[in-house]
């Protein structure tokens, strides 16, 4: 580090006024970045980590201020400084990029253009010159065919794309510090590893400093020379990125650590030591019927129907191994959008259509009772179109789904709906907090499928089954009469599972469940699924771009590229010992941190 | 852009048939006998059977109908009983006078609404925000009438500053040449500064009572939407990047604040256009709302198919006006069509 650093915070506080009174929201902290330096300050949400570089740039919003400390930047004090001299430090001195690159962009101003109006502002180019250097601040981040990018809208370019003009729009007038706040969150791995090498890359060649905001450690310890912890507005541990893996000093850094999936891990090492207090069931068959019996009226019912409909002089174990969902060339095609004259759609004889676009290109695959199988891929990868088709909301181009042995694929989607199957096959979303209906309390979320298809009636009954998922899912009693915006992350991915297993399915699709969660939260709500595929008897198909995540919840991992499948087979084969260059290449994107 | 406004036109022919039919319909459900009210109170019942079979009034429902569509393709829209005009020609005649009142009503209305819709999200919780509120209850509640008569009880009874309330143009004024229809706009045209004058003092205290009243679904919609972008991610970075105030607020957030506002002035508008009936009759403008009423309590059947119609279509040229507005600011839109 050299003598004078480049940026310090001193002592500082910031307080944000709300309803409650006044709420410190960064506590007394001190960092110095030096010239030239990459520090990540790492933390989960809450911890202050973002609040901290906003205070830097003076972008609070108007309910927060720095109550109390310091910053300097290069000699200037930045608490002090009138909004004037702010406005000539940001963007030219200290700039920031953000995480959802396409959000971050204006979405009506064509890119270039939103380049120019930096570079104008602050002097670095004339109207006559601006084009031509917002072209080639776009080369300089390594976009292909910049002159045209330079007419592309935001909702043109992929989110990779957008977060290179992010980039772009940051460097452009050479700033000393660049603030980057979780620049690669919602990123597919290869995506996240080519944005995070390019900005390494840039700010090393320019001898700029960079703050790495982020809540993955492997990421920050990958990429940056030092290491800050936050917890709850307060600095815990400042290490060298080098050490921090090797020797935590604090106990919430280990914790952090020992919550980040890695290779060589079980599920159980993500938890702190002590084991969960629930039993674990040996004969999922045995715990589901013993879960029923407590609800003889409901329930019950309906794990009766599901034993009569299937074989009686089946063993339990033949039962177990038989393909639950039997997934043959299945295809999805969208058209493309037609160019075909108005008056020649009138007349019902368009063009020859287009070959259609095939989201997803004749995929076969089968899900054993019992099992989880992983499906990874990136986005556009043609995952989520899959799982939307198992569950029915839409239609299959082509293709069988042999769910229990009726061919669910051939029922259109908008009458599954009345299906009996359909209560045995639930969902779990990605985002806990948009998948709840926001003026829905937990219960009345939770209960949802229950009054639809469910045979319980009356209130009495519908609220102590909806105490006993709680109590399954570990969420506790007394918040089930919360809104969503009354609960935290964990708790609403808690309600979501809650409502996903509140008619008991056969096969609960998970669709990136914990992608929106902490760590450590990420570690108990894995865990807890685990246990309750355990308990239940339920089969997962769980939808990931992370793989180390992949590799510890599945038994079996199917990788998709492009609407088909390049691999499949054991998790321990696939991830340990791949074979297709894709996911050799998805696996290697994957942040290694020094150790 | 011309595919799109094409497709965009050809799915309201569907609509401009349904209203064709529920207005022919509903004009021949209304209480009140067309004949029995030409022929006069003292007219015998033999008269009156006479008008009617004149009238084609006597014929079944379906041949009416055949013979009214007949018409309408040749762009014939009847013959309207009060004024003896063919109702194209009384049409014609008013549609710019409301035109005219209601543009300008809306203009004055945007001019004081946008910016302080605008100044109201940028200055949340300040006396701007709060003047905001006050000016926007005040509009909507108060009615047009009471808001039309103070303005003519003080600005031209006891201030004397605008002249008698008495139409388009006072009695000494003649219309300029017919261009536009539009009067301010057709003077100008001519050259004659005079009427022009003359028009504008007339036209000035009926906007301003259609302005207040319009303006606060638009102060109230510039400022949701404004605050809305304003919290927006890409409005943090534009502050990031060290760009201007003005920047920040004018090209980054008020364009794509726009939008919103954008549909409602065209909800505004296409409402005021027909609805002004009362400020019409206060100031005795010689608009078409005021028509229509007349024409309906004289069960004059012509004249209100005629007008709704002419609504219904305005209504349609007006909403593909805003689509392509949308395309215009929002170049997402523009893919979609």
């Known amino acids: 580090m050299t003598a004078a650093p480049l940026l310090e915070i001193r002592n500082l506080t910031v307080e944000f006024a709300t309803r409650r009174g006044k709420v410190q929201a960064v506590k007394a902290i001190d960092i110095e970045v030096g010239k030239g330096e990459t520090v990540a300050i790492v933390g989960e949400s809450g911890s202050g980590k973002s609040v901290t570089s906003y205070a830097v740039v003076r972008i609070l919003d108007r309910a927060g201020r720095v109550a109390e400390g310091s910053i300097a930047f290069s000699g200037v004090d930045l608490v002090a400084a009138t909004e004037a001299q702010m406005r000539d430090l940001r963007g030219r001195e200290i700039s920031m990029i953000f995480q959802n690159p396409r959000a971050a962009l204006n979405p009506i101003r064509k890119v270039g253009k939103q380049i ?164 674990y069931s040996p004969h999922p068959e045995e715990a589901r019927s013993a879960v029923s019996k407590d609800h003889p009226e409901g329930a019950g019912a309906s794990f009766e129907t599901r034993t009569a409909s299937a074989p009686q002089d089946e063993g339990l174990d033949e039962m177990k191994g038989r393909a639950l969902l039997v997934v043959e060339n299945l295809v999805k095609e969208y058209p493309r959008p037609d160019t075909g ?54 239609d299959p181009s082509g293709g069988r789904i042999v769910f229990d042995g009726t061919d669910i694929g051939a029922i259109p989607a908008k009458h599954f709906a009345a299906s009996p199957h359909r209560r045995r096959i639930q969902m779990v979303f990605q985002d806990p907090t948009d998948s709840l ?43 089930i009469d919360r809104f969503p915006h009354q609960l935290s992350g964990g708790q609403k991915a808690r309600v979501g599972i809650a409502r996903a297993i509140a008619l008991e399915p056969d096969l609960v699709i998970l669709d990136e469940p914990t992608a929106a969660l902490d760590v450590s939260v990420q570690a108990v709500v894995l865990n807890l699924l685990e246990e309750l595929k355990g308990r239940l008897g339920m089969s997962y198909l769980f939808v990931s771009h992370d793989l180390n995540v992949v590799r510890l919840l599945c038994d079996r991992v199917i990788v998709m590229k492009t609407g088909a499948i390049v691999e499949q087979g054991t998790a321990e084969e696939v991830l340990g010992d791949p074979k297709a260059a894709y996911t050799k290449e998805l696996l290697t994107a994957i942040p290694h941190p020094p150790t | 852009m011309l595919r799109l406004i094409g497709q965009r036109l050809l799915t309201t022919i569907p609509s401009i048939i349904g209203v064709i039919i529920v207005t022919f319909l509903l004009t021949r459900v209304l209480p009140g006998d067309t004949a029995a009210y030409f022929a006069g109170p003292a007219a015998s019942p033999q008269a009156i059977i006479e008008i009617r079979s004149k009238l084609g009034l006597d014929q079944p429902l379906p041949v009416q109908f055949v013979s009214y569509v007949t018409a309408l393709v040749k762009g014939d829209l009847g013959q309207s009983l009060t004024t003896g005009q063919p109702v194209t020609k009384d049409l014609a005649a008013r549609l710019p006078a409301s035109a005219e009142l209601t543009l300008a009503g809306l203009l004055l209305a945007m001019a004081v609404a946008l910016p302080l819709g605008v100044l109201a999200a940028v200055k949340q919780g300040s006396w701007i925000d709060h003047l905001c509120r006050v000016v926007a209850t005040a509009g909507v509640s108060l009615p047009v009438f009471f808001t039309g008569l103070l303005l003519v009880y003080v600005f031209y009874f006891i201030l004397g500053w605008s002249p008698a309330p008495l139409g388009r143009l006072d009695v000494f004024a003649s219309e300029p040449p017919r261009v536009t229809g539009l009067f301010l706009i057709d003077s100008l045209l001519a050259g004659e500064w005079e009427t022009f004058r003359a028009a504008f003092s007339q036209l000035i205290l009926p906007a301003l009572t259609l302005g207040i009243f319009s303006l606060a679904p638009i ?53 005021l256009l027909g609805a002004n009936v009362l400020v019409e009759k206060v100031f005795a403008w010689p608009g078409v709302g005021s028509y229509a009423v007349e024409a309906l309590i004289a069960s004059d059947y012509a004249p209100i198919q005629g007008f709704v119609l002419t609504m219904a279509i305005l209504y349609v040229a007006l909403n593909l006006m805003i689509d392509v507005l949308y395309g215009v600011i929002d170049p997402r839109v523009r893919l979609e069509g």
């Open chain 1, 116 to 279: 120019e109006d930096v570079l104008l502002q602050h002097v670095q180019a004339t109207r006559g010159t601006a084009k031509e250097k917002a072209v080639e601040a776009l080369t300089k981040v390594r976009i292909a065919r910049p002159e045209e990018r330079y007419d592309a809208y935001p909702f043109e370019l992929s989110g990779g794309m957008c977060q290179r003009v992010v980039i772009a729009l940051a460097l452009a007038c050479q700033p000393q510090l660049l603030i980057a706040d979780e620049p690669t969150t919602g990123l597919d791995v290869t995506t996240q590893k080519a944005v995070m090498d390019l900005i390494v890359e840039l700010t090393r060649e320019r001898g700029m400093s960079t703050i790495l905001i982020t809540h993955d450690l492997g990421l920050a310890a990958a990429y940056c020379d030092r290491v800050v912890v936050m917890e709850k507005g307060k600095v815990v541990e400042t290490a060298l990125a080098t050490e921090i893996f090797r020797n935590p000093q604090h106990p919430y850094t280990r914790k952090l650590m020992q919550a980040t999936p890695r290779v060589g891990m079980s599920l159980r090492d993500l938890l702190p030591d002590a084991p969960p207090a629930s039993s």
């Open chain 1, 341 to 394: 004259s108005l008056f020649a759609k009138l007349m019902g004889k368009g063009e020859p259509a287009k070959a259609a676009f095939r989201a997803v290109d004749g995929i076969s695959f089968s899900v054993a009772r019992g099992e989880t199988l992983g499906l990874v891929g990136e986005s556009g990868c043609g995952k989520s179109t899959t799982s939307l088709m198992i569950t029915r909301l839409i």
């Open chain 1, 437 to 479: 209906n926001p003026r829905f309390t937990a219960e009345r979320a939770i209960v949802d499928p229950i009054l639809r298809m469910g045979a319980i009636k009356g209130r009495d009954a519908l609220r102590a089954r909806c105490e006993e998922l709680a109590k399954l899912v570990g969420l506790p009693v007394e918040l």
């Open chain 2, 219 to 271: 102060t109230r919609m510039t400022r949701a939407s404004m605050l809305a972008v304003l919290g927006a991610d890409f409005v943090r970075t534009a502050r990031a990047s060290g760009l201007s105030g003005s920047k920040v607020i004018g090209t980054y957030a008020f364009r794509n604040a726009m939008l919103p506002v954008v549909t409602t002035l065209g909800m505004v508008f296409s409402f």
